[in-house]
């Protein structure tokens, strides 16, 4: 089936320095891949939507220059959180849609996930 | 505007008892519904969807869910809870199936299975 690979799973990082989070469809092509950021014990929130191609759709309130967002190819998409900081720890997820008319379509697929932890 | 309500933030049931997840919608259109299960520090693992078609909705280990458009509401059930299913179950809303479409979601319930 479908697989969404998230890569790095955690990762710890100093104030003020900026980490990048990548997406990857492994078996399948993404035109659009979807940032989600959960708070702990809390739901999914919508961050941005990435395009292959062409600029993210960031939803109100979320600073793109803080979080940059890259959808260079049909099978990657990248997150990088600039200038990090301690409200910025989170565990981030990201999705991936199947194209229409694949066998086993399901509207998302996720990643795992990553943790940062902002010091 | 779409949007999902979970009752009950944290459900505790004892092994083998039936699993209960409540879960009401709104939606202006035709709402399509899904329950997806998180198990820590992992995304998020489609159990079940409904779209169009039949209400009652067979998912993924046991799971089903009912469509009832005059309640607004999409419960989750699973008869006989196993301890493997504790996780934490996310309802979610979106207004079409496309690609580029986005999911809602509700504020997650914890499953607690206890022996």
């Known amino acids: 089936g479908a697989v969404v690979s998230q890569h790095p799973s955690r990762v710890i990082c100093k104030s003020g320095t900026s980490v990048k989070i990548e997406c990857r469809s492994l078996?399948?092509?993404?035109?659009?891949m979807f940032w989600y950021r959960q708070f702990p014990k809390q739901s999914l929130m919508l961050m941005a939507t990435s395009n292959e191609g062409s600029k993210a759709t960031y939803e109100q309130g979320v600073e793109k220059d803080k979080f940059l967002i890259n959808h260079a190819s049909l099978t990657l998409s990248t997150l990088t959180v600039t200038s990090a900081h301690p409200e910025d720890s989170s565990f981030y997820i990201c999705?991936?849609?199947?194209?229409?008319?694949?066998?086993?379509?399901?509207?998302?697929?996720f990643g795992n996930g990553t943790r940062l932890t902002v010091t | 505007a779409q949007s999902v309500t979970q009752l009950g933030s944290h459900v505790s049931v004892s092994e083998g008892a039936l699993v209960l997840l409540r879960c009401n919608y709104s939606s202006s259109v035709p709402p399509y519904l899904f329950w997806y299960v998180q198990y820590p520090n992992q995304g998020l693992q489609l159990l079940l969807k409904?779209?169009?078609?039949?209400?009652l909705v067979k998912g993924i280990n046991g799971f089903e869910a009912e469509f009832k458009k005059s309640e607004t509401s999409f419960h989750l059930t699973k008869p006989s809870a196993h301890m493997s299913d504790a996780a934490e179950y996310f309802c979610a809303v979106s207004d079409h199936p496309g690609t580029a479409s986005k999911l809602t979601f509700g504020t997650g319930t914890r499953l607690q299975v206890t022996l």
């Open positions: 999705s991936a849609r199947d194209p229409p008319g694949r066998i086993g379509y399901s509207p998302l697929h």
């Open positions: 409904y779209t169009t078609g039949a209400t």
């Open positions: 078996d399948f092509q993404a035109t659009t």
